[in-house]
């Protein structure tokens, strides 16, 4: 309750008192996040009136006062804007974001550095916040939040995208000035480009139209490899395991994981940011480079491995780091094998399958309507999905005709549904928002068939 902070990681009772308090300074903005996603999705507003307590954060047991989850999520608001770097409304870099590799060995940069993931990271959140305030009446707090996401846009542009191209990091010196780093003008790392605020900065809306498309050119040129999107351009430097800039960047001896570069959370999102901006079949093939079934026939450099599990990530077949420093413009050439990283990774697995369902087929709920929001390549023409929408089984009969994302025509057991609300995407045409009424309406117990033409 004192700083409206989260832990980096907790159990549920009996085993609440086995938690790390200590947290990386993107943690609070996740609860966040999954409130709005459910409030949007179960169309559940109530909710955030129930009042709960908070934790203890010496002895971990519950404590007050017990508010209503929107006070929760003003905490956050709270320490999120007291962490913004002074003169500014970025938040500061705290504890980690996160890839925690990057972690910088000097201590005092928690304050004075930016990640642009994280702030890009805040922004979403804020403005679904936001959102689900104006859907739930409560538009003075709404009102305060859109004040707020104003001066972030403004800033993440001021600052944190010299020349147009958004940097890693921000680093606040002595003498006030700003510098990039993880930039085509950092001379300090080597490295030019990172992942993460390019495809969260897509998802979160803050890019316009022409610097998402720049941006994703410079994915597809820099980080795109054979077997996935990597987080940055190059691998951190390694000095014998010395620190210098970062902690487990410039420590750790292996080559997987964020330290070989290709992490599948991360490469997930690209296939989200990917939906999008409506490229199809880069969407496409970003999701089968995550199945490891059939994997070899789109990475043939894959080195075998388990097909029933997740992987973490995609770990380049290189003996140590300096090996891998050597030889890394053969990883990008396909001539390194690749290797299944850790299995069975915590959400891994349903940040898959909602991008194959919110994404690929493209069927969500929203605030009482279901979007119908396909991006599909046409190679996928005749696709049959079968899933369950408001309680019932449906099948779902895809026609990829014309163009790869916005229905033209969608048929509910044969009867035509109003295609008049589209779903606002600054990118491309949106999806086709329907009221969950009218389709329920439509839908019989037993056997569904939903027709979506493209």
């Keep these: 309750p004192h700083d409206g902070g989260w832990p980096q990681w907790f159990m549920h009772p009996p085993f609440h008192a086995i938690q790390q308090a200590h ?43 017990r508010e209503a989850l929107w006070a929760h999520c003003d905490r956050v608001l709270a320490q999120c804007e007291a962490r913004f770097v002074s003169g500014t409304a970025l938040v500061n870099y705290g504890d980690g974001d996160w890839d925690d590799t990057l972690q910088p060995a000097d201590p005092a940069m928690r304050t004075r550095m930016v990640s642009a993931w994280t702030v890009a990271l805040a922004y979403q959140t804020f403005r679904q916040l936001a959102d689900v305030c104006r859907h739930a009446g409560e538009h003075s707090r709404a009102s305060r939040i859109d004040v707020l996401l104003e001066r972030m846009r403004a800033d993440f542009h ?17 003498d006030g000035t700003f510098r990039a780093l993880l930039h085509p003008t950092d001379h300090v790392t080597g490295i030019r480009y ?43 430097g390694y000095h014998g395991g010395c620190e210098r800039l970062f902690k487990r960047a410039e420590t750790a001896a292996n080559v997987g994981r964020e ?16 939906a999008k ?24 450099h894959a080195a075998p491995r388990q097909s029933n599990v997740y992987f973490s990530s995609s770990d380049a077949d290189f003996p140590d780091r300096l090996e891998a420093a050597a030889r890394w413009s053969e990883l990008r050439t396909g001539r390194v094998a690749v290797r299944g990283g850790w299995r069975l990774y915590s959400s891994g697995p349903g940040l898959f399958l909602h991008k194959v369902r919110a994404c690929l087929l493209g069927v969500r709920e929203s605030f009482g309507d279901v979007v119908f929001d396909p991006v599909l390549p046409r190679s996928l023409d005749g696709l049959d999905a079968r899933l ?12 990829v005709r014309e163009r790869a994302f916005g229905p033209s025509r969608i048929l509910v057991n044969g009867a035509p549904l109003p295609l008049a609300a589209r779903d606002n995407n600054p990118y491309r045409v949106g999806g086709c928002r329907v009221p969950a009424a009218t389709l329920t309406a439509l839908l019989n117990e037993e056997t569904n068939v939903v027709e979506i033409q493209l």
Excluded at 259 to 274: K, P, S
Excluded at 282 to 298: C, H, K, R, S
């Design 23 to 65: 947290s990386h300074g993107d943690v609070c903005l996740w609860p966040v996040k999954a409130l709005c996603d459910y409030a949007e999705a179960a169309a559940d507003l109530e909710f955030l009136t129930q009042e709960i307590g908070y934790t203890d954060p010496e002895r971990f047991e519950p404590t007050g006062p």
């Design 158 to 174: 001021e600052y944190m995208m010299p020349g147009g191209t958004v940097a890693g990091f921000l680093v606040r010196d002595e």
């Design 194 to 236: 990172r992942l993460l605020p390019m495809t969260r900065a897509v998802l979160a809306e803050l890019f316009a139209r022409e610097e998402a498309l720049r941006h994703l050119d410079i994915v597809a040129r820099e980080l795109r490899f054979a077997d996935g999107v990597r987080l940055m351009s190059a691998p951190a």
């Design 259 to 274: 330290i070989g570069l290709q992490y599948v959370h991360a490469h997930l999102r690209y296939a989200e940011a990917m």
């Design 277 to 300: 901006v409506g490229d199809a079949d880069e969407l496409w093939w970003a999701l089968q480079i995550a199945n490891p079934v059939g994997l070899t026939e789109v990475v043939p």
């Design 388 to 399: 369950r929408l408001r309680g019932r089984t449906v099948d779902v009969r895809y026609r």
